[in-house]
């Protein structure tokens, strides 16, 4: 009976003990510091994003614009023909018949810093019936990255595709410049792998400096007329067409999507501070980034990134702030 009565002493000691020891622990343990939300990865995955459905926009604005598959921004020089690559290939198709284009890379390094691989199919057949090229009004685009082979379209290893994107052109807005809906989903898979990316977007593409146009038959050399009000024009007759290496572009809408890190977020751009690609900047720059305007995202339980894209200076560097701390990029 000692015996017993000794265990259950000892138990209830060493039970009482544990009580004590696990109290002490609990009063002395001193909350953990928060980590500061400082993560960029899904500010850069929007980025890579929203600038690959945007060249693809680009590709297509340019090569449907006039009848010899002219890409002027994605070369080194000005004017008509194919565009010319540091290496690699390229096929430029355009049936303005059947109102489609097919645009095929081989490799292709272009001078905007890229290597493109892979097929785009830009069709407006089911626009209005006197929409031929991308600045007639009631132009519809559908764009699709098939794989042809085997072949998927792919940027600097990373492979782009659309599961959708309708280009509409509106005509033109209140200040007489010609805009733009663009309607995208696409995924970005990495060659590291890991999560894709999934991006969509809703946004208004302007013109901004609709008034200035180039006249096919003045080889590219004018640059500012005034806008007569005719149905083919980017500021005058049937032959003139956009001259996009001297244009002015600015985006805003609303966009969403999932970064490569499984973080989801959703995001707009006001268009009172519109994103602007300015065109001029390349291809002497070799890349493509926005110059100015600002966008608004927030990954889902966390705080709203702010991206700054600077007044118009071509630096290829943005902002991102998160609350207090911000970081400059630089790509």
Known sequence: MKTKKLSLILSGLMIVTAIIVASCKKSTTTTPTPTPDTSTTSATDNNMAQQSSHDITNIGSQGIENDNGSLSTYRNAQGGGLPTPQSGSVSVVVDTVNKKMTVTFYSYFGWDGHTRNGTIVYDWHLSAPNAVWFRDSGLVLNVTTPNIGGVVYTVDNNTITINNKQIENKGRNSSGQLYWTDVSNITITKPSGGTPIQWNGNWTITLLNTSSYVSIADNGTASTYTYTGVFHGYGGGPLNYINWGQALVSV????????????????????????????????????????????????????????????????????????????????
Do not use: H, M, Q
């Not at 110059?291 to 608004?296: E, I």
């Not at 990134?305 to 207090?324: E, Q």
């Open 252 to 331: 805003s809408g609303t966009f969403g999507g999932t970064a490569s890190d499984g973080e989801t977020y959703t995001g707009s751009i006001s268009s009172g501070s519109p994103l602007v690609l300015n065109l001029n900047c390349t291809p002497s720059l070799t890349k493509y980034l926005y110059v100015s305007g600002t966008l608004n995202f927030t990954p889902t339980g966390k705080t709203t990134r702010t991206i700054n894209y600077g007044s118009g200076v071509c630096d290829l560097t943005y902002n991102v702030a998160i609350g207090a701390f911000n970081i400059n990029i630089t790509i």
